[in-house]
């Protein structure tokens, strides 16, 4: 165990080992705060990396089998319209979609790539902080093989999201705050701030956790962290990259703040109300879950994880926001590999009863088998869907057991309905549809039909521009008819065409009627803004 000699220590036991200083030394009232934790293991890259080569193996043999998701096209959408912010996320993931959109337009897997190696490295993160948690071989391995198997880690290889950058970013810098405390380097603090700024264009979650580590260490310590000059620079990086996005949230009136009332309503409606929020961070974590609770119970417990409590506070807000606050459970998977790392070291460093050992294993090795066959057998083949989705809380499921389907029906309808127009009338025409999916889906799966430029006033899409005040015809696409929620704009609107498979889904194939409409009211440049909505338009109940 090292001790900064540039402060004042006295003599005495921390974390159960005695210290001695020749001479003695000054009593100071921070002076737990001096005593730098021990030098940790190597790190056990050899089986470490067959879990990460293993796992990613596995995510890899499936990233083209799901459909397109609907918000995977939105961010392909969003990458040709690139701004400084969006409504409903920050500019990174939009950026990703662009670049995979340029090399190989249409390809699913280099869309979802970005997505799958913040998988990876998040287990990898967790076997790194089981090491600063002073966990051996056996520790970092047991770490990382939990967060692999979770359904978290499942999810967030699947397809391109905001969520899936976010938890590996989150993980990376509670992960840099950990070392800092051995090795006191400024210079972690920095690059942390630097990937809280990367986080922050993601999801706007990162200043949360910035400032729940602050809370943490000044009630825990080590509160020299808050007077370094790495903590300092680090977060005026952070504010300094938020203020171009700030800038375009102010200009657009906020929605990434209104957002916040829409996702919980959403949520709530997914998981069937604030009760079943519990059950949902169970389904998150899965059977190895478990190890998260110990390592809940080890981070107040443990002697050795004594100097990183302050990451308490952000843990214990997160997990208040998703089951209290009926946010996304998905929030609180940065702190997963945290978890797990404290409850590896804390499970490794104490003599178990056989039966406990042989239970432990158990239920890793079938949390193991149940993320492989998810893997492997998933998404389902079309035929096996024998339901019709006719509410909110089974879209979840049916996503993730089949896939997103019905684009090129809703696409079809639509050319077909393009082309029943003269096209003379063709070169005032435009197309708005009533939600983002729709539009995502035939600015970018229906590029090559020569269709109508694509306008839609819902979410991010809303802020995309809209149609021409020249523009003489509409073709609307929705689940309600125009006049109810486009009358300031439409008249005359007549049903053209209708996409509506009982088992589609719902608002992309199934009850969607497309019209034909006049804009002989407001100009459209005048009404737009008020024509904005957030809140998604799917037709369940």
């Given at each position: ?15 159960g ?5 020749p001479g ?47 918000d995977?096209l ?8 690139l701004a400084?912010?969006y ?14 959109d ?9 869309l ?23 966990g051996?071989?056996r ?8 967060y ?6 499942v ?15 989150t ?16 210079w ?15 999801k ?7 400032a ?55 949520q709530l ?35 050795r994880l004594?100097p ?20 996304r ?25 056989p ?5 432990g294993?158990v239920l ?17 083949p079309?035929?096996?869907?024998q ?29 077909t ?8 009338e ?66 005359h ?5 209708r ?24 100009p ?8 904005r ?9």
């Amino acid at each position: 165990m090292a001790i900064r000699r540039s402060d004042s220590v006295k003599e005495g036991v921390f974390n159960g080992v005695e210290i001695r200083l020749p001479g003695g030394g000054a009593v100071v009232p921070e002076a737990v705060e001096t005593i730098a934790v021990e030098t940790p293991a190597r790190f056990a890259w050899r089986p470490v990396g067959v879990v990460a080569v293993v796992a990613g193996g596995l995510f890899l043999s499936r990233l083209g089998r799901y459909e397109f998701g609907g918000d995977e096209l939105y961010f392909i959408a969003a990458g040709r319209q690139l701004a400084l912010g969006y409504a409903d996320q920050g500019p990174v993931v939009p950026l990703l979609a662009a670049v995979a959109d340029v090399l190989a337009p249409g390809s699913r897997e280099l869309l979802r790539l970005p997505a799958l190696l913040a998988t990876v490295a998040s287990i990898l993160l967790a076997a790194a902080i089981a090491r600063e948690f002073g966990g051996g071989a056996r520790a970092q391995t047991i770490a990382a093989i939990c967060y692999a198997c979770t359904p978290a880690a499942v999810m967030q290889a699947a397809m391109a999201s905001t969520y899936a950058l976010d938890a590996a970013l989150t993980a990376g810098i509670s992960w840099l705050f950990i070392r800092w405390v051995r090795t006191r380097a400024d210079w972690l603090l920095v690059l942390a701030g630097l990937v809280a700024a990367v986080d922050f264009q993601v999801k706007w979650l990162a200043p949360m956790v910035w400032a729940g580590l602050a809370v943490g260490i000044a009630m825990f310590g080590p509160r020299a962290l808050l007077r370094s000059r790495g903590w300092w620079f680090g977060s005026a990086v952070l504010v300094v990259t938020a203020v171009p996005t700030l800038v375009w949230q102010q200009r657009n009136g906020w929605p990434q703040v209104a957002m916040g009332a829409v996702v919980r309503a959403e949520q709530l409606a997914t998981s069937g109300g604030l009760v079943a929020m519990p059950w949902q961070v169970v389904m998150v974590t899965g059977p190895v879950g478990a190890l998260a609770l110990v390592g809940i119970w080890a981070g107040l417990r443990a002697q050795r994880l004594r100097p990183y409590r302050f990451l308490i506070p952000i843990v214990v807000v997160g997990l208040g926001a998703v089951v209290v606050g009926g946010l996304r459970p998905y929030f609180v998977v940065g702190a997963l590999p945290g978890l797990f790392a404290a409850g590896a070291v804390f499970v490794v460093d104490r003599p178990w009863r056989p039966v406990l050992v042989r239970g432990g294993a158990v239920l890793t090795a079938c949390s193991a088998l149940l993320a492989a066959a998810f893997v492997l057998v998933l998404p389902l083949p079309g035929h096996r869907l024998q339901t019709p989705t006719d509410r909110y809380d089974q879209i979840d499921t049916r996503s993730k057991l089949f896939g997103p389907t019905g684009w090129s029906a809703l696409i079809d309808g639509v050319t077909t309905a393009t082309h029943q127009i003269p096209a003379a009338e063709r070169t005032r025409l435009a197309i708005v549809t009533e939600n983002y999916w729709q539009a995502a889906a035939l600015a970018t799966l229906g590029r090559d039909r020569a269709l109508p430029p694509v306008f839609s006033p819902h979410r991010g899409y809303g802020y995309f521009g809209a149609p021409d005040d020249d523009t003489t015809a509409i073709l609307y696409v929705g689940l309600t008819v125009p006049h109810q929620t486009m009358s300031e704009v439409l008249t005359h609107c007549t049903p053209v065409h209708r996409v509506d498979d009982r088992l589609g889904y719902p608002g992309v194939n199934r009850n969607i009627t497309i019209w034909r409409c006049a804009t002989t009211r407001q100009p459209w440049s005048t009404a737009w803004p008020g024509l904005r909505t957030l809140p998604l338009v799917d037709g369940t109940t």
